[in-house]
């Protein structure tokens, strides 16, 4: 334990202390900004699956819904490589932004790495707007939002 002026910090997981700061700075956002919804909703996972004609598992997408207000976040997408190049990850993408749409989602984010695909995710209409150099070393990601289409 680590003593500043009669500070302490002290390591390890407190999940009660985690709540804790979470609502005090939720509290705090909320007394500033009125980018808030009167109504905040919960986060909830937004999963889907493909699989082939013979039942086996060729792509997957995790993401979330409102971790941020307003914002779909896409975490994994993934497809079996001999799958790539047909339509799977595109089709798993879109109708991912539909369910957001329903939900509520206005916007959707993501991350990807400079060897993954970040011109499918260019062609898809997210536009970058940050990149972490050396993450892990000698890999560069690139951050991208988009606006999704209103579902009215």
């Given at each position: 334990?680590?003593?500043?002026?009669g500070?302490?910090?002290v390591?390890?997981?407190?999940?009660?202390?985690?709540?804790?700061?979470?609502?005090?700075?939720?509290?705090?956002?909320?007394?500033?900004?009125s980018a808030?919804?009167?109504?905040?909703?919960?986060?909830?996972?937004?999963?889907?699956?493909?699989y082939?004609a013979?039942?086996?598992l060729?792509?997957?997408?995790?993401?979330?819904?409102?971790?941020?207000?307003?914002?779909?976040?896409?975490?994994?997408?993934?497809?079996?490589?001999?799958?790539?190049?047909?339509?799977?990850?595109?089709?798993?993408?879109?109708r991912a932004?539909?369910?957001?749409?329903?939900?509520?989602?206005?916007?959707?984010?993501?991350?990807?790495?400079?060897?993954?695909?970040?011109?499918f995710?260019a062609?898809?209409?997210?536009?970058?707007?940050?990149?972490?150099?050396?993450?892990?070393?000698?890999?560069?990601?690139?951050?991208?939002?988009?606006a999704?289409?209103?579902?009215?």
């Amino acid at each position: 334990m680590a003593n500043m002026a009669g500070v302490h910090l002290v390591p390890g997981e407190n999940e009660a202390a985690a709540e804790d700061i979470t609502q005090r700075l939720i509290s705090y956002n909320l007394a500033h900004t009125s980018a808030f919804p009167a109504a905040p909703q919960e986060p909830q996972p937004l999963h889907l699956f493909a699989y082939s004609a013979e039942g086996k598992l060729i792509g997957g997408l995790l993401g979330r819904t409102h971790a941020i207000s307003f914002w779909f976040e896409v975490s994994i997408l993934w497809v079996d490589e001999s799958h790539r190049h047909r339509g799977v990850a595109r089709h798993l993408m879109e109708r991912a932004e539909q369910e957001a749409t329903t939900r509520g989602c206005t916007y959707a984010r993501l991350a990807t790495s400079d060897y993954q695909a970040p011109g499918f995710y260019a062609r898809l209409g997210y536009v970058p707007y940050g990149e972490l150099a050396n993450c892990p070393p000698g890999e560069t990601v690139t951050y991208f939002w988009k606006a999704l289409a209103s579902s009215t």
